[in-house]
T-cell receptor, first 111, second 116 residues
Framework: DAKTTQPPSMDCAEGRAANLPCNHS???????VYWYRQIHSQGPQYIIH???NNETNEMASLIITEDRKSSTLILPHATLRDTAVYYC????????????FGQGTELSVKP | GAVVSQHPSWVICKSGTSVKIECRSL??????MFWYRQFPKQSLMLMAT?????????EQGVEKDKFLINHASLTLSTLTVTSAHPEDSSFYIC????????????FGPGTRLTVL
């Protein structure tokens, strides 16, 4: 079973920041938080991952709370092409590297 | 980023035939690859873990004799759906773990299987 909870859907205006929350209250110390997205009928795309510290790359920023029980993925300037299902996944060595997908958040970016 | 390819991208076959799907890591080596399937409007479901040079590990409820997995090299894993039936129609997706980089999984574009 997925170990994360995400809202089923969100809307965002084009050009604005999209903030996607994820709860992972049962995360253990050696587990990472991964974010992927899936555009319709394509394979998932890796976005970012982190352990404790906040992370930023060319696609997004990941903010992890100090207690690590929740995180937020931030797309700083959402475009129509960012419309996708976003998955927050917790995984570590105990899972042998497996990624167990939950239902994700369907993000709709609107003009 | 790392690239994973799948072939074919779509296939239509008759009931009772077998279908082979290839998954390749193009610019990195992957000792471990994973196979998922996805039904319409559902999330990805992990089917099995494919380890180079050893037998695959199947998730609970996945028939290993139905879904044959071979991981013969560090860049290629294959999934064969044997004696396919209409209920096997699905979107099959593979991923490969890049141990040399961020230990991150990268996904292929998927294969759409339709069994008539």
């Amino acid at each position: 079973d997925a170990k994360t909870t995400q809202p089923p859907s969100m809307d965002c205006a084009e050009g604005r920041a999209a903030n996607l929350p994820c709860n992972h209250s049962t995360i253990s110390g050696n587990e990472y938080v991964y974010w992927y997205r899936q555009i319709h009928s394509q394979g998932p795309q890796y976005i970012i991952h982190g352990l404790k510290n906040n992370e930023t790359n060319e696609m997004a920023s990941l903010i992890i709370t100090e207690d690590r029980k929740s995180s937020t993925l931030i797309l700083p300037h959402a475009t129509l092409r960012d419309t996708a299902v976003y998955y927050c996944i917790v995984s570590g060595r105990n899972q042998g590297g497996k990624l167990i997908f939950g239902q994700g958040t369907e993000l709709s970016v609107k003009p | 980023g790392a690239v994973v390819s799948q072939h074919p991208s779509w296939v239509i076959c008759k009931s009772g035939t077998s279908v082979k799907i290839e998954c390749r890591s193009l610019d990195f080596q992957a000792t471990t690859m994973f196979w998922y399937r996805q039904f319409p409007k559902q999330s990805l479901m992990l089917m099995a873990t494919s380890n180079e040079g050893s037998k695959a590990t199947y998730e609970q409820g996945v028939e290993k004799d139905k879904f044959l997995i071979n991981h013969a090299s560090l860049t290629l894993s294959t999934l064969t759906v044997t004696s396919a039936h209409p209920e096997d129609s699905s979107f099959y997706i593979c991923s490969a773990r890049d141990l040399g980089g961020l230990n991150t999984q990268y996904f292929g574009p998927g294969t759409r299987l339709t069994v008539l």
